[in-house]
């Protein structure tokens, strides 16, 4: 079956502006998570999704992040104003359940000029 | 934060050898979890071992916890030119943070033919 999706693969922005990433999970996966991988700090946490629940937002790094999740299935990453230091790869991942190993799409390539 | 240090940072082996790999962790865990990334994109999840198991086994690879020590190994056994990747160890803290998982720096595995 089809895995989890991110669009698009790559995005160069300016400094500034605003850009939306958008994960397409597995059908039926009810977390869905995203991360952020770069070469100074690694792969980092942002934000989880858990069904219905109110999201844990705990590892966005500013209040320019935030995300939604729609009908239960396709989220949205938002950066508003980017920043040089917003450039890395995001990532989105999805599961059946919490206490179940992640799958991971294949990352959005973010680079802020 | 990054909570698993892993070691060796790299390793260079050939093929056929047995490639290990370390991972330290510093808070407890519901469950750790080893990932595998190709070429900087999507990480695959390897193997799922919860915190009150000692040794799991998934084909050619043997994962072992030890929380006392709170650590890791991963044992690739008999590994191919196509397990060259960088692999991740993740912990999941369970509880309220059920599936958050906080990774490690990685170790980047080099097998040559």
């Known amino acids: 079956g089809a895995g989890v999706s991110q669009s698009p693969s790559n995005k160069v922005t300016e400094k500034g502006k605003d850009v939306e990433l958008r994960c397409d999970p597995i059908?039926?996966?009810?977390?869905l998570y995203w991360y952020r991988q770069s070469l100074g700090q690694g792969l980092e946490f942002l934000i989880y999704?858990?069904?219905?629940?109110?999201?844990?937002k705990s590892g966005l790094p500013s209040d320019r992040f935030s995300a939604e999740r729609t009908g239960g299935s396709v989220s949205t990453l938002t950066i508003q104003r980017t920043q040089q230091e917003d450039s890395a790869v995001y990532l989105c991942?999805?599961?059946?359940?919490?206490?179940?190993?992640?799958?991971f799409g294949p990352g959005t390539r973010l680079t802020v000029l | 934060s990054q909570q698993g240090e892993e070691d060796p940072q790299a390793l260079s082996i050939q093929e056929g050898e047995n490639a290990t790999m370390n991972c330290s962790y510093k808070?407890?865990?519901?469950?750790l979890q080893w990932y595998r990334q190709n070429s900087g994109r999507g990480l695959v999840h390897l193997i799922l071992i919860r915190s009150n198991e000692r040794e799991k086994h998934s084909g050619r690879l043997r994962v072992t916890l030890d929380t006392s020590k709170k650590s890791s190994s991963l044992l690739i056994t008999a590994s191919r030119a196509a397990d060259t990747a960088s692999y991740f160890c993740?912990?999941?803290?369970?509880?309220?943070?059920?599936?958050?998982?906080?990774f490690g720096q990685g170790t980047i595995l080099t097998v040559h033919p």
């Open positions: 999704f858990q069904g219905n629940s109110a999201p844990d």
């Open positions: 991942a999805s599961s059946p359940g919490r206490r179940s190993g992640q799958f």
């Open positions: 993740a912990t999941d803290p369970g509880g309220t943070s059920y599936g958050k998982l906080t």
């Open positions: 808070t407890s865990i519901n469950n």
């Open positions: 059908s039926g996966h009810t977390a």
